[in-house]
T-cell receptor, first 109, second 112 residues
Framework: RKEVEQDPGPFNVPEGATVAFNCTYS??????FFWYRQDCRKEPKLLMS???SGNEDGRFTAQLNRASQYISLLIRDSKLSDSATYLC??????????FGQGTRLTINP | NAGVTQTPKFQVLKTGQSMTLQCAQD?????MSWYRQDPGMGLRLIHY???????DQGEVPNGYNVSRSTTEDFPLRLLSAAPSQTSVYFC???????????FGSGTRLTVV
């Protein structure tokens, strides 16, 4: 079983749609949680940290359920510029960031 | 403020050659890491450092060495390149372990 699992997609949705990504992690001792986005042939960039209370940044909302070991990302009113691969990332203490394989999203005009 | 700078951006090596991938950050971050990214495998941790003079192995350390003589620099050395080391390599740094990492733009390495 992979430590961090994501639906690889691809997700193809029309502009303006709401998109939801899910992620599960296997290590209950995981401490910190993040969503990154990665554009084609570019480096990953931090989108947002994820907190147990849930957090929102503009059109993006992240949720964490520690009991279910489940992380989600919701994108509202999607834009063409949201097209990218979204990476679920879990920190297991020290320096170990574990990356999911990513979910590819394409927003269609 | 340049962030995390990686050089070179592209490199072709012959099997058995050695080389050093350079990584420098100007944000005074204590935490630095090296990852490789392969299709279908996601990003995997090679080596990491929690401060100058302190390094440790990640998930896939074999065939690579690192050192951290200064806070700013964290070079990755390939000892004897193999085709299995063909990959995209990313260096990353962070202010604290529970903060997000800033990534460099990557080095695309091909070993023939």
């Amino acid at each position: 079983r992979k430590e961090v699992e994501q639906d690889p997609g691809p997700f193809n949705v029309p502009e303006g749609a709401t998109v939801a990504f899910n992620c599960t992690y296997s290590n209950s001792a995981s401490q910190s949680f993040f969503w990154y986005r990665q554009d084609c042939r570019k480096e990953p960039k931090l989108l947002m940290s994820v907190y147990s209370s849930g957090n929102e940044d503009g059109r993006f909302t992240a949720q964490l359920n520690r009991a279910s070991q489940y992380i989600s990302l919701l994108i509202r009113d999607s834009k063409l510029s949201d097209s990218a691969t979204y990476l679920c990332v879990v920190s297991q203490g020290a320096q170990k960031l574990v990356f999911g394989q990513g979910t590819r999203l394409t927003i269609n005009p | 403020n340049a962030g995390v700078t990686q050089t070179p951006k592209f490199q072709v090596l012959k099997t058995g050659q050695s080389m050093t991938l350079q990584c420098a950050q100007d944000m005074n971050h204590e935490y630095m890491s090296w990852y490789r990214q392969d299709p279908g495998m996601g990003l995997r941790l090679i080596h990491y450092s929690v401060g100058a003079g302190i390094t440790d192995q990640g998930e896939v350390p074999n065939g690579y060495n690192v050192s951290r003589s200064t806070t700013e620099d964290f070079p990755l050395r390939l000892l004897s390149a193999a085709p299995s080391q063909t990959s995209v390599y990313f260096c990353a740094s962070s202010f604290a372990r529970d903060r997000g990492y800033t990534f460099g733009s990557g080095t695309r390495l091909t070993v023939v």
